[in-house]
C-alpha cells in the first residue's frame, strides 16, 4: 500500500524563466534587483520571455527609459508603461496585474524597498493569478524583505565593458557572482565567475 504524505504549502510546478543562458528565476514569484544597473537587469530578463511587460514607474520622477535604448535589449512595443502618482499606487497596480495572471513580466521601479506586507501581498497574488507572472521590484539598494530572490547589477568597466551580476540572496540557491558580456546581439555570462568583493 503506498502512503502520500500531505502538507499546507500551495502546490507550484518546478517552472522557472531562465536568463542569460544558465541562471533562472521562479515563476509565479516576485523578486528583486537592485543596483546602478538595476534597469539593464530587468531588460535581460524580459529579453528571455515572451509577450507583454508592464513596467511601472514613478511618476513624480524625471527619469525614463529611452525606447532607442531599449531596442538593444528588448521590442520596445512589447512594454506598457505606467506612471503612478504614489509609491502606494505602484504597488497596488503590480499587486493587481500580478494577480490577473495574464502579463508575463510586471516589473516595479520603487523609490526604496517595499515593507514586508505588501511584498506578502504580491508573492500571494501571484499565486492567485495561477503563477503564470514574474515580478520585478527595482530598488537602488536591495533590501526588500520576502523577495524570492535578490539579485545586484553594476556596470563593469573593464578591458571590454559588461557588468557585474551578483545573485545576493535565494531561496534555492547559494550567492554567487559572474561577468555578464555582449557577444554580438547576445547578452552572455562570463567564461569565469567573477572574482567576489
Avoid at 530587468?42 to 528571455?48: G, H, L, N, P
Avoid at 516589473?107 to 501571484?126: F, K, N, S
Wanted: hydrophobic share 45%; with cysteine; glycine share 12%.
Amino acid at each position: 500500500m503506498h502512503h502520500a504524505l500531505l502538507d499546507r504549502r500551495p502546490y507550484r510546478e518546478a517552472k522557472g524563466v531562465t536568463f542569460l543562458n544558465r541562471l533562472t528565476l521562479a515563476q509565479g514569484r516576485v523578486h528583486e534587483g537592485c543596483g546602478p544597473a538595476r534597469h539593464t537587469f530587468a531588460m535581460i530578463v524580459a529579453r528571455a520571455m515572451e509577450g507583454p511587460v508592464f513596467w511601472l514607474r514613478p511618476g513624480w520622477e524625471a527619469g525614463a527609459l529611452h525606447g532607442p535604448g531599449m531596442a538593444a535589449f528588448i521590442d520596445p512595443g512589447r512594454v506598457t508603461f505606467v506612471a503612478a502618482e504614489r509609491a502606494q499606487e505602484l504597488l497596488w497596480t503590480m499587486e493587481e496585474v500580478l494577480r490577473a495572471g495574464v502579463v508575463p513580466l510586471v516589473v516595479a521601479e520603487l523609490p526604496g524597498p517595499p515593507a514586508l506586507t505588501p511584498m506578502r501581498r504580491m508573492q500571494l497574488a501571484c499565486e492567485a493569478g495561477g503563477g503564470r507572472a514574474l515580478g520585478l521590484v527595482l530598488t537602488p539598494e536591495g533590501s526588500a524583505p520576502g523577495a524570492e530572490s535578490r539579485w545586484s547589477m553594476t556596470p563593469d568597466h573593464g578591458v571590454e565593458p559588461g557588468w557585474h551580476l551578483a545573485r545576493e540572496r535565494a531561496r534555492d540557491a547559494a550567492p554567487h557572482n559572474w561577468r555578464v558580456g555582449r557577444v554580438g546581439q547576445e547578452f552572455r555570462l562570463g567564461a569565469q565567475p567573477a572574482e567576489a568583493d
